[in-house]
């Protein structure tokens, strides 16, 4: 994640270094023993990926009346 309005290019070479770090299996194997699955991708499809899990979970929230306390 980066702020809104972080440059493409700047952007994209930290996509670039994260999937090259992802890349790494001793990285993997970490990632996985902590319970997550490792998956890289590219800048649009990272975008469509946070963009569809915010509505997904929006749409939980707003038909369970969810209130943060």
């Known amino acids: 994640m980066v702020r809104a309005g972080t440059p493409k290019d700047i952007v994209a070479r930290i996509n670039a270094q994260v999937n090259s770090i992802m890349a790494v299996p001793d990285m993997k194997s970490k990632i996985v023993e902590q319970g997550f ?27 369970g009346n969810i209130k943060a306390e």
């Open 37 to 63: 699955i490792p998956v890289s991708m590219g800048v649009g499809d990272t975008e469509k990926f946070v963009s569809a899990d915010v509505e997904r979970w929006g749409k939980i929230i707003r038909d």
